[in-house]
């Protein structure tokens, strides 16, 4: 991805996708050709954030110690308005399947993650 675009996965606030300029397919996951054509050439976008829940979960024990602190703390699979799926935080409370959400940043452990809330949120 561009160091230009912000992406959460380089310790920036955003969501970054490529999209194939040969066919239009839209990508979150990182990968140097398009999967629908087989294209390289690819463009970065800043992506909004918004998006609908497709899915929801909590976790109750977090998978190491030094997360525990965190339990309970949900999480989200959710369909980004320009096509993608992406997987993010929530609360762990009051975000359902179907909800539209926005999508902020916030530290968890050592990183920073996605953390979507219902849209209209504070």
């Known amino acids: 991805m561009s ?3 912000p992406d959460w996965t380089t310790g920036r606030e955003g969501l970054a996708l490529a ?8 990508q979150y996951l990182r990968r140097p050709f398009c999967p629908e054509c087989g ?7 800043q992506a ?12 109750a024990r977090a998978p190491s110690p030094e997360l525990s602190a965190h339990a309970p703390y949900g999480l989200a699979l959710v369909d980004a308005e320009e096509g993608f799926r992406f997987m993010a935080h929530c609360p762990p409370e009051g975000v359902a399947i179907g909800d539209p959400v926005l999508t902020r940043f ?16 504070p």
């Not at 294209?39 to 976008?45: C, N, Q, R, T, Y």
């Not at 916030?106 to 949120?121: N, Q």
């Open 3 to 5: 160091a230009e675009i």
């Open 19 to 26: 999209r194939c300029r040969a066919c239009g397919h839209v």
């Open 39 to 45: 294209s390289e050439d690819l463009g970065v976008e």
């Open 48 to 59: 909004s954030g918004r998006g609908t829940v497709y899915a929801v979960t909590v976790v």
């Open 106 to 121: 916030r530290s968890f452990g050592a990183g920073l993650v996605p953390f979507v809330t219902p849209e209209g949120t």
